[in-house]
């Protein structure tokens, strides 16, 4: 008698859906279809299209239509006592191309992902966006934000702790925009892999006017910036007094009018970072201003017929 017990074993659901759990446990898929997995925190996942005629329930099926909608949510479900996820992480996966929205609350320990597509493999969302209350862990990943207005793209209030900016692009405006992001006394934040660009469509006016700046004076400590390209008039500045103890500047890319890091506080890091500024750097200290006791591995070109230096100088014995 043969043995079946490790046959592929087929299921049907009303409907038509069919489930295939084949020998040694795992699922197959035909082609063209597909298998979902839920949040592996076991939290909430919600869907945003910003293209659907009318707004849904936040499913895959019926998604939201604004991102604040999958934000108020997200926010009521790891706020809630019952289901005690205030230690998990929601999603938010968002689709659109070049839609408006401005958005003014942040999703609590909540991971906001562009999975859909415009010229690029990223939503695109045109405005300006000014957090008005402070919530800590949200992370932006793969996400496209397009400023509108002249002012700044994003503003973070005190006490965003754990704010993360994985992947993605920042574009100014025609008219050109203050500030990429400006935060404020928020600790333990990362920007990594992120594009800071001027708008093709007016190059040298169209252009921030700071691409990171770091502001307050309370609590800003351990920020990494890191493996980001930076076009803009300054690239990351941070104030005077700030105790941004271990915070780094690190391996970017820096292409600025003005200086490409002005680190007031003296206390970050700044090491192998490639910039160039249309600064006269014929005295090199003239690109920049940072701590070079924290500095290593640099390399800096400036508009005096091209010239080049590594920042701190190399010392020959």
Aim: hydrophobic share 40%; charged share 15%.
């Amino acid at each position: 008698m043969a043995d079946n017990s490790y046959m592929p074993k087929v299921y049907r659901k009303m409907g038509g859906d069919v489930l295939v759990i084949a020998a040694g446990g795992q699922i197959l898929a035909e082609p063209g279809g597909s298998i979902m997995a839920g949040n592996p925190t076991g939290a909430a996942d919600y869907f945003v299209d910003l293209n659907v005629s009318a707004t849904g329930s936040g499913s895959m099926q019926d998604p939201f239509a604004t991102i604040a909608e999958a934000v108020t949510a997200s926010n009521a479900s790891i706020g809630s006592s019952t289901n005690r996820w205030w230690a998990r992480r929601n999603r938010i996966w968002v689709m659109g191309d070049g839609i408006d929205e401005d958005l003014t609350v942040l999703p609590e320990k909540c991971d906001i992902i562009g999975c859909g597509s415009d010229l690029t493999p990223f939503p695109r969302v045109i405005g300006h966006h000014t957090i008005a209350v402070a919530k800590v862990g949200c992370r932006f990943i793969n996400m496209g934000f397009q400023a509108d207005g002249t002012g700044d793209l994003f503003v973070f209030p005190a006490g965003c702790h754990g704010l993360q900016f994985l992947g993605g692009w920042m574009q100014a405006s025609l008219a050109g925009n203050t500030k990429a992001l400006k935060i404020t006394d928020c600790a333990l934040v990362t920007i990594m892999g992120l594009q800071i660009v001027q708008n093709p469509g007016a190059y040298g006016t169209g252009i921030f006017g700071v691409g990171i700046s770091i502001e307050g004076t309370e609590s800003n400590h351990q920020t990494v910036i890191e493996d980001n390209k930076i076009n803009a008039t300054k690239g990351v500045t941070c104030v005077a007094g700030a105790p941004a103890y271990d915070s780094w500047i690190v391996r970017n890319f820096f292409h600025t009018v003005n200086m490409w890091v002005d680190d007031d506080s003296d206390k970050f890091h700044v090491v192998d970072n490639r910039a160039i500024t249309d600064i006269d750097c014929a005295t090199y200290t003239a690109g920049f201003d940072f701590n070079l006791l924290l500095a290593s591995g640099n390399l800096q070109t400036g508009s005096s017929a091209g010239d080049h230096d590594s920042v701190p100088h190399i010392l020959f014995a």
